[in-house]
T-cell receptor, first 118, second 116 residues
Framework: EAQVTQNPRYLITVTGKKLTVTCSQN?????MSWYRQDPGLGLRQIYY???????DKGDVPEGYKVSRKEKRNFPLILESPSPNQTSLYFC?????????????????FGPGTRLTVL | AQKVTQAQTEISVVEKEDVTLDCVYE???????LFWYKQPPSGELVFLIR??????QNEISGRYSWNFQKSTSSFNFTITASQVVDSAVYFC?????????????FGKGTKLSVKP
């Protein structure tokens, strides 16, 4: 079954304790992305990756890191989490398509990770 | 700049009522896609529809229908004979074609509550 998986699904942590949220897709997609969702703000992109070893900042990258060492995995790293990073996080993946620009034809979203930073 | 506006923050209806969720967008692109996603209380994002700006025909899928009007930059979503299971947050989205960022620009969402 084609899917994007995220772990953990729920996490409560304390300020300053490093954490990693994993994201994995089994569709051989080139493009992967992280979003955060906050009430009244919709979803906003944190980081994205066009392929292995290619990552770039989205709209709200402060306080986050990512890596793309393998095509299937795109972990989100919070080196020193703070309470303002309490949010619902979504990983998404997509094929680039034949033209390399067809990200949007269908983005597959993971189930979400609800993070609380105390 | 790319922008999606969902002016209705929350809507509450009684089961079997029809309800329309509004979406107004701004884009600098001449061709583009538009999307609707559903987020039920369980939290996952469920893809509902993707429309190409070339095609302004309304689309119907069961109780769902979408009205795309390029002249008013709107892509409204109607649920006919609403059911309790339709209770969710609904997002309209537009791709950000700028550069190679490849992200979707989401509206802030409309929370729909359908009461029995």
């Amino acid at each position: 079954e084609a899917q994007v998986t995220q772990n953990p699904r729920y996490l409560i942590t304390v300020t300053g304790k490093k954490l990693t949220v994993t994201c994995s897709q089994n569709m051989n997609h080139e493009y992967m992305s992280w979003y955060r969702q906050d009430p009244g703000l919709g979803l906003r992109q944190i980081y994205y990756s066009m392929n292995v070893e290619v990552t770039d900042k989205g709209d709200v990258p402060e306080g986050y890191k990512v890596s793309r060492k393998e095509k299937r995995n795109f972990p989100l790293i919070l080196e020193s989490p703070s309470p303002n990073q309490t949010s619902l996080y979504f990983c998404a993946s997509s094929s680039l398509g034949s033209t390399g620009t067809e990200f949007f034809l269908k983005q597959f979203f993971g189930p979400g990770t609800r993070l609380t930073v105390l | 700049a790319q922008k999606v506006t969902q002016a209705q923050t929350e809507i509450s209806v009684v089961e079997k009522e029809d309800v329309t969720l509004d979406c107004v967008y701004e884009t600098r692109d001449t061709t583009y896609y538009l999307f609707w996603y559903k987020q039920p209380p369980s939290g996952e994002l469920v893809f509902l529809i993707r429309r190409n700006s070339f095609d302004e025909q309304n689309e119907i899928s069961g109780r769902y229908s979408w009205n795309f009007q390029k002249s008013t930059s709107s892509f409204n979503f109607t649920i006919t004979a609403s059911q309790v299971v339709d209770s969710a947050v609904y997002f309209c989205a537009l791709p950000n074609y700028g550069g190679s960022q490849g992200n979707l620009i989401f509206g802030k969402g409309t929370k729909l509550s359908v009461k029995p």
